[in-house]
Protein backbone atom coordinates (compact mmCIF):
# COMPACT_ATOMS: atom_id res chain seq x y z
CA UNK A 1 0.00 0.00 0.00
CA UNK A 2 1.63 3.51 -1.07
CA UNK A 3 2.15 5.18 1.79
CA UNK A 4 1.62 8.64 0.00
CA UNK A 5 -2.10 8.54 -2.41
CA UNK A 6 -3.23 11.11 -4.25
CA UNK A 7 -6.64 11.97 -5.30
CA UNK A 8 -8.00 12.47 -8.49
CA UNK A 9 -5.59 10.36 -10.64
CA UNK A 10 -7.14 12.29 -13.37
CA UNK A 11 -8.87 15.82 -13.56
CA UNK A 12 -10.51 17.67 -16.58
CA UNK A 13 -11.81 21.33 -15.60
CA UNK A 14 -12.85 24.03 -18.19
CA UNK A 15 -10.60 27.16 -18.12
CA UNK A 16 -11.80 29.02 -14.80
CA UNK A 17 -12.46 26.70 -12.84
CA UNK A 18 -11.69 26.06 -9.17
CA UNK A 19 -9.28 23.14 -8.74
CA UNK A 20 -9.03 20.84 -5.64
CA UNK A 21 -6.05 18.42 -5.35
CA UNK A 22 -5.63 15.96 -2.34
CA UNK A 23 -2.82 13.85 -0.29
CA UNK A 24 -3.03 11.71 2.27
CA UNK A 25 -0.83 10.31 4.46
CA UNK A 26 -0.37 7.32 6.61
CA UNK A 27 2.11 8.71 9.54
CA UNK A 28 3.69 11.86 11.00
CA UNK A 29 5.30 13.34 8.76
CA UNK A 30 8.45 16.82 8.74
CA UNK A 31 7.73 18.29 5.68
CA UNK A 32 4.93 17.87 2.69
CA UNK A 33 6.25 18.92 -1.00
CA UNK A 34 3.82 20.17 -3.83
CA UNK A 35 5.58 19.56 -7.03
CA UNK A 36 4.43 20.38 -10.94
CA UNK A 37 5.61 18.10 -13.51
CA UNK A 38 5.25 19.71 -17.36
CA UNK A 39 4.71 17.56 -20.06
CA UNK A 40 7.99 17.74 -21.11
CA UNK A 41 9.31 16.21 -17.86
CA UNK A 42 10.71 18.76 -15.55
CA UNK A 43 9.78 18.81 -12.06
CA UNK A 44 9.35 22.34 -10.33
CA UNK A 45 9.02 22.44 -6.53
CA UNK A 46 5.72 24.36 -5.85
CA UNK A 47 5.69 24.39 -1.94
CA UNK A 48 7.31 22.63 0.60
CA UNK A 49 5.05 23.40 3.64
CA UNK A 50 4.70 21.64 7.61
CA UNK A 51 1.53 23.27 8.89
CA UNK A 52 -0.76 26.09 7.75
CA UNK A 53 -1.90 27.31 4.52
CA UNK A 54 0.84 28.85 1.73
CA UNK A 55 -0.34 31.17 -1.28
CA UNK A 56 1.66 31.55 -4.79
CA UNK A 57 -0.35 33.75 -7.23
CA UNK A 58 -3.13 31.43 -7.93
CA UNK A 59 -1.86 28.52 -5.91
CA UNK A 60 -2.65 27.72 -2.29
CA UNK A 61 -1.38 24.41 -0.96
CA UNK A 62 -2.77 23.77 2.67
CA UNK A 63 -1.78 20.99 5.53
CA UNK A 64 -3.97 19.51 8.15
CA UNK A 65 -1.32 17.59 10.51
CA UNK A 66 -4.26 16.04 12.72
CA UNK A 67 -5.62 14.77 9.96
CA UNK A 68 -3.00 13.86 7.94
CA UNK A 69 -4.01 15.60 4.66
CA UNK A 70 -2.95 18.34 2.18
CA UNK A 71 -4.45 19.94 -0.48
CA UNK A 72 -3.42 22.07 -3.65
CA UNK A 73 -6.15 24.53 -4.80
CA UNK A 74 -5.84 26.56 -8.01
CA UNK A 75 -7.86 29.19 -8.88
CA UNK A 76 -9.39 30.62 -11.83
CA UNK A 77 -7.78 27.88 -13.72
CA UNK A 78 -5.75 28.35 -17.12
CA UNK A 79 -4.69 26.13 -20.25
CA UNK A 80 -0.91 26.72 -18.91
CA UNK A 81 -1.52 24.73 -15.44
CA UNK A 82 -2.31 21.12 -17.44
CA UNK A 83 0.67 18.92 -16.12
CA UNK A 84 0.90 16.39 -13.31
CA UNK A 85 1.11 17.69 -9.67
CA UNK A 86 2.81 15.12 -7.23
CA UNK A 87 2.98 15.14 -3.25
CA UNK A 88 5.67 13.96 -1.63
CA UNK A 89 6.28 13.33 2.21
CA UNK A 90 9.45 13.71 4.24
CA UNK A 91 9.34 11.59 7.12
CA UNK A 92 11.08 11.60 10.44
CA UNK A 93 12.41 14.73 12.36
CA UNK A 94 13.34 17.77 11.07
CA UNK A 95 16.23 18.03 9.17
CA UNK A 96 16.90 14.02 9.64
CA UNK A 97 18.24 11.87 6.62
CA UNK A 98 14.53 9.91 5.91
CA UNK A 99 14.14 11.19 2.60
CA UNK A 100 10.98 12.21 -0.06
CA UNK A 101 8.35 9.29 -0.79
CA UNK A 102 6.12 10.38 -4.03
CA UNK A 103 2.57 10.32 -4.49
CA UNK A 104 1.51 8.39 -8.09
CA UNK A 105 0.41 12.12 -9.69
CA UNK A 106 -2.33 13.54 -10.23
CA UNK A 107 -2.73 14.67 -14.10
CA UNK A 108 -4.95 18.08 -14.75
CA UNK A 109 -6.03 18.73 -18.00
CA UNK A 110 -7.44 22.71 -18.51
CA UNK A 111 -9.59 22.99 -21.16
CA UNK A 112 -9.84 26.20 -22.94
CA UNK B 1 16.89 27.11 -16.03
CA UNK B 2 16.52 25.47 -12.60
CA UNK B 3 20.18 25.75 -12.72
CA UNK B 4 20.83 22.37 -11.90
CA UNK B 5 22.83 20.63 -15.43
CA UNK B 6 21.76 16.90 -16.22
CA UNK B 7 23.41 15.06 -19.10
CA UNK B 8 23.03 13.31 -21.32
CA UNK B 9 19.21 15.01 -21.98
CA UNK B 10 18.62 10.98 -23.74
CA UNK B 11 20.73 8.34 -23.92
CA UNK B 12 19.43 4.93 -25.38
CA UNK B 13 21.53 1.69 -24.84
CA UNK B 14 21.65 -2.15 -25.21
CA UNK B 15 21.01 -4.75 -22.27
CA UNK B 16 24.19 -4.96 -20.68
CA UNK B 17 25.54 -2.09 -21.21
CA UNK B 18 27.06 0.56 -18.48
CA UNK B 19 26.20 4.14 -18.39
CA UNK B 20 27.20 7.43 -16.29
CA UNK B 21 24.68 10.17 -15.66
CA UNK B 22 25.96 13.29 -14.97
CA UNK B 23 24.78 16.21 -12.22
CA UNK B 24 25.92 20.39 -11.24
CA UNK B 25 24.05 21.23 -8.73
CA UNK B 26 22.79 25.14 -8.36
CA UNK B 27 25.84 27.13 -7.66
CA UNK B 28 25.79 27.52 -3.61
CA UNK B 29 23.88 23.62 -3.16
CA UNK B 30 25.92 20.94 -1.00
CA UNK B 31 23.26 18.42 -1.55
CA UNK B 32 22.30 16.50 -4.50
CA UNK B 33 19.72 13.67 -4.83
CA UNK B 34 18.92 11.29 -7.27
CA UNK B 35 15.70 9.93 -8.08
CA UNK B 36 14.17 7.12 -10.70
CA UNK B 37 10.98 8.14 -12.53
CA UNK B 38 9.54 4.58 -14.05
CA UNK B 39 5.84 4.62 -15.61
CA UNK B 40 5.09 1.62 -13.59
CA UNK B 41 6.85 2.68 -10.29
CA UNK B 42 6.63 6.67 -10.19
CA UNK B 43 9.29 8.96 -8.80
CA UNK B 44 11.32 6.68 -6.63
CA UNK B 45 14.37 8.50 -4.15
CA UNK B 46 17.74 6.44 -5.32
CA UNK B 47 20.55 7.95 -3.06
CA UNK B 48 21.71 11.35 -1.71
CA UNK B 49 25.21 13.19 -1.50
CA UNK B 50 25.81 15.97 0.87
CA UNK B 51 29.39 17.72 0.11
CA UNK B 52 31.00 14.57 -0.81
CA UNK B 53 29.63 12.18 1.69
CA UNK B 54 26.95 9.71 0.78
CA UNK B 55 24.12 10.86 3.60
CA UNK B 56 20.84 8.38 2.73
CA UNK B 57 20.62 5.19 0.41
CA UNK B 58 16.95 4.52 -0.41
CA UNK B 59 15.92 1.69 -3.43
CA UNK B 60 18.98 2.16 -5.34
CA UNK B 61 19.92 -1.21 -7.14
CA UNK B 62 23.89 -2.81 -6.57
CA UNK B 63 24.65 -2.44 -10.30
CA UNK B 64 24.00 1.40 -9.65
CA UNK B 65 26.58 3.54 -7.59
CA UNK B 66 26.89 7.18 -7.40
CA UNK B 67 29.29 9.51 -6.22
CA UNK B 68 30.06 13.49 -5.40
CA UNK B 69 33.13 14.32 -6.61
CA UNK B 70 35.04 17.56 -5.10
CA UNK B 71 33.25 20.15 -7.21
CA UNK B 72 30.22 19.18 -6.26
CA UNK B 73 28.87 17.57 -9.13
CA UNK B 74 27.55 14.13 -9.04
CA UNK B 75 27.54 10.80 -11.32
CA UNK B 76 25.15 7.88 -11.17
CA UNK B 77 26.46 5.05 -12.75
CA UNK B 78 24.00 2.19 -13.88
CA UNK B 79 25.34 -1.04 -15.22
CA UNK B 80 24.75 -4.21 -16.61
CA UNK B 81 21.33 -2.58 -17.65
CA UNK B 82 17.77 -4.33 -17.89
CA UNK B 83 15.34 -3.08 -19.91
CA UNK B 84 13.42 -2.34 -16.68
CA UNK B 85 16.08 0.29 -16.39
CA UNK B 86 14.04 2.19 -18.94
CA UNK B 87 13.00 5.55 -16.65
CA UNK B 88 13.78 9.47 -16.82
CA UNK B 89 16.70 9.93 -13.86
CA UNK B 90 16.34 13.43 -12.03
CA UNK B 91 18.88 14.98 -9.90
CA UNK B 92 18.15 17.52 -7.52
CA UNK B 93 19.76 19.90 -4.97
CA UNK B 94 19.26 21.81 -1.78
CA UNK B 95 21.82 24.10 0.18
CA UNK B 96 21.68 21.90 3.11
CA UNK B 97 20.89 18.23 3.73
CA UNK B 98 17.57 18.72 5.59
CA UNK B 99 14.26 19.53 4.40
CA UNK B 100 14.46 22.38 2.01
CA UNK B 101 13.04 23.13 -1.37
CA UNK B 102 14.44 20.68 -3.86
CA UNK B 103 15.57 22.30 -7.22
CA UNK B 104 15.03 19.95 -9.99
CA UNK B 105 17.30 19.26 -12.97
CA UNK B 106 15.44 18.22 -16.57
CA UNK B 107 16.36 14.88 -16.06
CA UNK B 108 18.40 12.08 -18.55
CA UNK B 109 15.59 9.40 -20.43
CA UNK B 110 17.24 6.54 -20.50
CA UNK B 111 16.06 3.93 -23.12
CA UNK B 112 17.28 0.50 -22.69
CA UNK B 113 16.47 -1.65 -25.87
Known amino acids: KNEVEQSPQNLTAQEGEFITINCSYSVGISALHWLQQHPGGGIFSLFMLSSGKKKHGRLIATINIQEKHSSLHITASHPRDSAVYIC??????????????FGSGTQLTVLP | DSGVTQTPKHLITATGQRVTLRCSPRSGDLSVYWYQQSLDQGLQFLIQYYNGEERAKGNILERFSAQQFPDLHSELNLSSLELGDSALYFC????????????FGAGSRLTVL
Open chain 2, 92 to 103: ASTRQSGANVLT
Open chain 1, 88 to 101: AVKWGAFGSARQLT
